[in-house]
């Protein structure tokens, strides 16, 4: 496994972990949350579970052998973005007991919003205080332990002409990247490339102060992105 590939996959399992830790705690309740009586068989229950998951890893390497992957391109941007920020929010209403000590009930997220509202009169300050100062550790260390600009300058230097595949290819390479927080820029870019580049619109998309002419450019401003 090469350096970046193991950037990757260390960045999907801290998020894994991320989302397990915050999971794992609420799933658990779900059977109080659906009126269901505690009991039955652990070893049921962990077979199961075993079995979907096992299930659930067969179909995702189904799709990677039929090379499904395209389908996820097919969801917009847009479309993502209003997903994540749903999640969110739910994350949100289900965490505002824990941050406030009020008693936070019904299920859904407009119902745990009433209910908060409803008994805020309630609130803990002492939860308050603790959830403030955990929250104001974890922006000050990120503050603290700045993270480095990564760029991944491509010399364009022996691209005569951009074609529509690879103004897709340029296209989805982008966005793989700035999922991962990392800048696309072109080195080396020709008058006649860079003419290519504006009418797919990439030039907007990667921004003009990305595109360089010469190597060095690229570097210095690499540089001075850094600082």
Same mark, same amino acid.
Request: hydrophobic share 55%; proline share 5%; net charge neutral.
């Given at each position: 496994?090469?350096?970046?590939?193991?950037?990757?996959?260390?960045?999907?399992?801290?998020?894994?972990?991320?989302?397990?830790?915050?999971?794992?705690?609420?799933?658990?309740?779900?059977?109080?949350?659906?009126?269901?009586?505690?009991?039955?068989?652990?070893?049921?229950?962990?077979?199961?579970? /075993?079995?979907?998951?096992?299930? #659930?890893?067969?179909?995702? =390497? !189904?799709?990677? @052998? *039929?090379? +499904? %992957? &395209?389908?996820?391109?097919?969801?917009?941007?847009?479309?993502?973005?209003?997903?994540?920020?749903?999640?969110?929010?739910?994350?949100?209403?289900?965490?505002?007991?824990?941050?406030?000590?009020?008693?936070?009930?019904?299920?859904?997220?407009?119902?745990?919003?009433?209910?908060? /509202?409803?008994?805020?009169?309630? #609130?803990?300050?002492?939860? =308050? !205080?603790?959830? @403030? *100062?955990? +929250? %104001? &550790?974890?922006?000050?260390?990120?503050?603290?332990?700045?993270?480095?600009?990564?760029?991944?300058?491509?010399?364009?230097?022996?691209?005569?002409?951009?074609?529509?595949?690879?103004?897709?290819?340029?296209?989805?390479?982008?966005?793989?990247?700035?999922?991962?927080?990392?800048?696309?820029?072109?080195?080396?870019?020709?008058?006649?490339?860079?003419?290519?580049?504006?009418? *797919?619109? +990439?030039?907007?998309?990667?921004?003009?102060?990305?595109?360089?002419?010469?190597?060095?450019?690229?570097?210095?401003?690499?540089?001075?992105?850094?600082?």
């Amino acid at each position: 496994m090469c350096r970046g590939d193991w950037r990757a996959v260390r960045g999907d399992l801290v998020a894994g972990l991320s989302v397990a830790a915050y999971l794992v705690p609420q799933v658990l309740a779900y059977a109080a949350v659906a009126g269901l009586l505690p009991g039955g068989s652990p070893e049921r229950h962990v077979v199961l579970s /075993a079995v979907l998951a096992l299930l #659930v890893g067969v179909v995702c =390497v !189904l799709g990677w @052998a *039929a090379r +499904l %992957g &395209f389908v996820a391109d097919l969801l917009s941007r847009p479309v993502l973005v209003g997903y994540l920020a749903g999640i969110a929010l739910i994350m949100i209403s289900g965490q505002m007991r824990n941050v406030t000590g009020v008693p936070v009930g019904g299920d859904g997220f407009t119902a745990e919003i009433a209910s908060f /509202a409803t008994n805020l009169a309630r #609130v803990h300050p002492p939860t =308050v !205080l603790l959830a @403030a *100062a955990v +929250l %104001g &550790f974890l922006f000050a260390a990120q503050r603290l332990v700045p993270t480095p600009t990564r760029w991944l300058p491509l010399n364009a230097e022996a691209i005569v002409e951009l074609d529509i595949t690879a103004a897709d290819t340029l296209l989805a390479l982008h966005g793989e990247l700035a999922l991962r927080g990392i800048v696309l820029a072109l080195a080396r870019v020709k008058q006649d490339l860079s003419a290519d580049l504006r009418r *797919a619109g +990439l030039i907007d998309l990667i921004g003009a102060d990305r595109i360089f002419p010469t190597l060095p450019t690229a570097v210095q401003a690499y540089e001075q992105a850094r600082h």
